[in-house]
């Protein structure tokens, strides 16, 4: 079966079941995350998933203490991401959920039934696919939530990487680009340089040897991309942490790259691909909206209500969309402009929302639909050919700039949300 696109944060929608399978009396706790539990059938799942996507007959094949080991953390990592989910009060309804299911299947080139068919062919179940994209959603919010609280960009970056992408011109070049983390942690906890450093060394002889890359990170790597190979995807040196993008920028498809040290341990890279960078779309859109966010005292029906009335009230000229939108909108920055989100590119903003001003004709207000941000209203203005201007380029870098700090502090952050957890493995 092909693999499916998962959503646009990037994550590989077949993950394995993280539902409890409790089919046997012979099913056991195998690890315990502060209050709750992984049953064996969970992490027996999630191995078998892996296998799957791997040559398990290879000679250099990861080990299945490896697989084990690997599969045990990520179900560790999400378990720890889906309570702080539940402490913030994240929810993500039936409603969204068929949104985000129906955008995986459009860039797919499928219909649901279509995805839904794909999904269930070799027997897998479309109730726990649609519970493993609920629960991607949910994490993904409490990354944002919790890691862009701790990014800063200051003028001079931007200003830097504006200078940049200038000068860098059409010729700008994209990376395939897999990577292994050789954490600092030893199996107690506690940093041990030396030992890490030997570990590192080891697998970068064997890399730079030809073993199979992604072999090499399912056995050794401590990065969450681990199960994936340590793959990254497609990535301009603008996109890189800045430590990747020195060791990378010019070189050939095939090079291998380490060690390179940070906070986290010793990194190593590969390339392998190497494309000129994609075009974007070079059509702009002026929209406006408004944003209604559900709340303890605010349900989701009702967000979907009001913004149903505004809707209406506009229509009918009782009120004007500038008025209702400084007013009424979540969204305090384009509030304050009646609305208005500026010139933009389609694809700067979240898959639904992105989906709707690439589509609709202009001064038509559209039907309240949800993001992950809430609740929206929206009305294109206008639409123009892509204006390469100096704010264009600031827009660009910010962007950019964002994304390579997000993924810098994600590996951080979880790192952090694993050691200050309480974690008992039971085999």
Same mark, same amino acid.
């Given at each position: 079966?092909?693999?499916?696109?998962?959503?646009?944060?990037?994550?590989?929608?077949?993950?394995?079941?993280?539902?409890?399978?409790?089919?046997?009396?012979?099913?056991?706790?195998?690890?315990?995350? &502060?209050?709750?539990?992984?049953?064996?059938?969970?992490?027996?799942?999630?191995?078998?998933?892996?296998?799957?996507?791997?040559?398990?007959?290879?000679?250099?094949?990861?080990?299945?203490?490896?697989?084990?080991?690997?599969?045990?953390?990520?179900?560790?990592?999400?378990?720890?991401?889906? =309570?702080?989910?539940?402490?913030?009060?994240?929810?993500?309804?039936?409603?969204?959920?068929?949104?985000?299911?129906?955008?995986?299947? @459009?860039?797919?080139?499928?219909?649901? #039934?279509?995805?839904?068919?794909?999904?269930?062919?070799?027997?897998?179940?479309?109730?726990?696919?649609?519970?493993?994209?609920? &629960?991607?959603?949910?994490?993904?919010?409490?990354?944002?939530?919790?890691?862009?609280?701790?990014?800063?960009? @200051?003028?001079?970056?931007?200003?830097?990487?504006?200078?940049?992408? @200038?000068?860098?011109?059409?010729? &700008?070049?994209?990376?395939?680009?897999?990577?292994?983390?050789? @954490?600092?942690?030893?199996?107690?906890?506690?940093?041990?340089?030396?030992?890490?450093?030997? /570990?590192?060394?080891?697998?970068?002889?064997?890399?730079?040897?030809?073993?199979?890359?992604?072999?090499?990170?399912?056995?050794?790597?401590?990065?969450?991309?681990?199960?994936?190979?340590?793959?990254?995807?497609?990535?301009?040196? &603008?996109?890189?942490?800045?430590?990747?993008?020195?060791?990378?920028?010019?070189? !050939?498809?095939?090079?291998?790259?380490?060690?390179?040290?940070?906070?986290?341990?010793?990194?190593?890279?590969?390339? =392998?691909?190497?494309?000129?960078?994609?075009?974007?779309?070079?059509?702009?859109?002026?929209?406006?909206?408004?944003?209604?966010?559900?709340?303890?005292?605010?349900?989701?029906?009702?967000?979907? =209500?009001?913004?149903? !009335?505004?809707?209406? =009230?506009?229509?009918?000229?009782?009120?004007?969309?500038?008025?209702?939108?400084?007013?009424?909108?979540?969204?305090?920055?384009?509030?304050?402009?009646?609305?208005?989100?500026?010139?933009?590119?389609?694809?700067?903003?979240?898959?639904?929302? /992105?989906? /709707?001003?690439?589509?609709? #004709?202009?001064?038509?207000?559209?039907?309240?639909?949800?993001?992950?941000?809430?609740?929206?209203?929206? !009305?294109?203005?206008?639409?123009?050919?892509?204006?390469?201007?100096?704010?264009?380029?600031?827009?660009?870098?910010?962007?950019?700039?964002?994304?390579?700090?997000?993924?810098?502090?994600?590996?951080?952050?979880?790192? !952090?949300?694993?050691?200050?957890?309480?974690?008992?493995?039971?085999?």
């Amino acid at each position: 079966m092909r693999k499916i696109t998962a959503l646009a944060f990037g994550v590989v929608a077949m993950l394995a079941s993280t539902m409890a399978h409790a089919e046997t009396l012979m099913d056991r706790v195998v690890i315990v995350v &502060n209050e709750e539990v992984i049953l064996e059938s969970e992490l027996n799942d999630l191995i078998e998933s892996v296998r799957s996507e791997i040559d398990t007959d290879a000679a250099n094949a990861p080990s299945e203490t490896a697989i084990r080991t690997q599969a045990s953390e990520r179900l560790i990592t999400q378990k720890l991401q889906m =309570q702080m989910a539940d402490r913030m009060g994240i929810r993500i309804d039936d409603a969204f959920l068929d949104q985000a299911i129906a955008n995986i299947a @459009s860039e797919n080139n499928l219909s649901v #039934e279509g995805l839904r068919l794909e999904i269930t062919a070799d027997g897998a179940s479309w109730a726990e696919y649609r519970e493993q994209i609920r &629960n991607q959603i949910m994490m993904s919010e409490v990354q944002r939530a919790s890691i862009q609280r701790r990014i800063y960009m @200051s003028p001079q970056e931007i200003d830097l990487l504006v200078n940049l992408i @200038s000068e860098q011109g059409a010729s &700008n070049t994209e990376y395939r680009v897999s990577h292994i983390l050789i @954490s600092l942690q030893n199996e107690e906890g506690e940093n041990d340089e030396p030992a890490a450093r030997s /570990r590192a060394e080891q697998v970068l002889e064997l890399a730079r040897n030809g073993d199979d890359f992604a072999q090499l990170a399912i056995t050794a790597s401590s990065a969450q991309n681990a199960l994936e190979g340590g793959d990254m995807g497609w990535m301009s040196i &603008n996109e890189m942490p800045t430590l990747f993008a020195s060791a990378l920028e010019g070189q !050939e498809q095939g090079h291998v790259a380490g060690l390179l040290r940070s906070g986290l341990g010793f990194h190593i890279l590969k390339i =392998q691909d190497v494309r000129g960078m994609q075009q974007a779309t070079s059509e702009e859109v002026l929209s406006r909206h408004i944003l209604v966010r559900p709340s303890v005292i605010l349900s989701d029906n009702r967000a979907q =209500q009001m913004l149903q !009335e505004f809707r209406e =009230q506009i229509q009918s000229g009782e009120r004007t969309f500038a008025e209702l939108a400084a007013e009424n909108s979540a969204d305090t920055g384009s509030a304050a402009q009646g609305g208005e989100l500026g010139w933009a590119t389609p694809d700067i903003f979240v898959p639904e929302f /992105r989906d /709707r001003v690439a589509s609709m #004709e202009p001064n038509i207000i559209s039907e309240p639909f949800k993001t992950t941000h809430g609740w929206h209203i929206v !009305e294109v203005l206008d639409r123009r050919e892509q204006d390469i201007t100096e704010q264009r380029m600031r827009e660009q870098a910010q962007q950019i700039l964002y994304s390579r700090k997000f993924q810098e502090e994600m590996e951080v952050w979880l790192q !952090e949300l694993r050691d200050n957890a309480f974690v008992d493995i039971r085999f």
